[in-house]
C-alpha cells in the first residue's frame, strides 16, 4: 500500500530549526518529486518547496528561500524538511506529498498524515 | 507575488449544485496552469478531487467535476450531500516549478 509516514509532534522554541521526516511506503521513491506543503492553525495550505529524490534537486517558494531545506536519503527512503530560525508564525501542520507522474505529474496525488510543529517560548 | 483567489466560504443545499472557483489576482487561469483540487476535512490531509482543470482522482464521484469558467478554474459539485461539507483548495502551477495555493473554500451543506 503507498503511503507517506511523517515523524512526530515537535515543539521549538523561537529561533531553533526543526527537521521532519517523511518515509515513503510501497512505491519507487526515487521515481517522484516530494513536496512540502504546510498549514497554520485554521488557516489555508501553503506550498514550501519541492525535493528531487533521484538529482536531489530542489525549488522553493520564495518566502522560504534561504530558511528552508529539502533532502532525500533514497537509502532509506526517507525525505526531509528543515526549517531554520523558526518564529512563532511557523507554528503549523507540515505535509509532505508525492507529486505524481506522466498525466499526473501535476497533483500532489498521496500525502502524509502531517507533522505538528510547535514554536513557543 | 502571485495570489491565488478563492471564495473564503459558500453554502449548497443537499441535492444542489455549487460552483467553486479559482482565479489569480493578475491574469486568467489556463490550463497550462494545471488546476487541481483538493478536499479537506478537519484533522486529516487533503485529499486530491480533479487534476489538469478536469481529470478526476480515482474514486472521486462524478458529482465533482472541473472547468475553465471564462478566467478563472472552477470545481462544480452536482447533487451536493451531506457529506461533501469540507473545506476546498485550489492549486495553480504558476512556472518554474513553483505552485501556490489558494486560500480555500469552506463548503457548508444545508
Known amino acids: 500500500q503507498e503511503q507517506l509516514v511523517q515523524s512526530g509532534a515537535e515543539v521549538k522554541k523561537p529561533g531553533a530549526s526543526v527537521k521532519v521526516s517523511c518515509k515513503a511506503f510501497g512505491y519507487s521513491f526515487i521515481g517522484q518529486f516530494i513536496h512540502w506543503v504546510r498549514q497554520a492553525p485554521g488557516q489555508g495550505l501553503e506550498w514550501m518547496g519541492q525535493?528531487?529524490?533521484?538529482?536531489?534537486?530542489?525549488n522553493f517558494a520564495q518566502k522560504f528561500q534561504g530558511r528552508v531545506t529539502m533532502t532525500s536519503d533514497t537509502s532509506i527512503i526517507t525525505a526531509y524538511m528543515e526549517l531554520s530560525k523558526l518564529r512563532s508564525d511557523d507554528t503549523a501542520v507540515y505535509y509532505c506529498a508525492r507529486r505524481g507522474l506522466g498525466e499526473t505529474g501535476y497533483v500532489f496525488d498521496l500525502w502524509g498524515q502531517g507533522t505538528l510543529v510547535t514554536v513557543s517560548s | 507575488q502571485t495570489v491565488v483567489t478563492q471564495e473564503p466560504s459558500f453554502s449548497v443545499s443537499p441535492g444542489g449544485t455549487v460552483t467553486l472557483t479559482c482565479g489569480l489576482s493578475s491574469g486568467s487561469v489556463s490550463t497550462n496552469h494545471y488546476p487541481s483540487w483538493y478536499q479537506q476535512t478537519p484533522g486529516q490531509p487533503p485529499r486530491a478531487l480533479i487534476y489538469n482543470t478536469n481529470i478526476r482522482s480515482s474514486g472521486v464521484p462524478d458529482r465533482f467535476s472541473g472547468s475553465i469558467l471564462g478566467n478563472k478554474a472552477a470545481l462544480t459539485i452536482t447533487g451536493a450531500q451531506a457529506d461533501d461539507e469540507s473545506d476546498y483548495f485550489c492549486v495553480l502551477y504558476v512556472g518554474s516549478d513553483t505552485w501556490v495555493f489558494g486560500g480555500g473554500t469552506k463548503l457548508t451543506v444545508l
Open positions: 525535493n528531487n529524490p533521484n538529482s536531489g534537486g530542489t
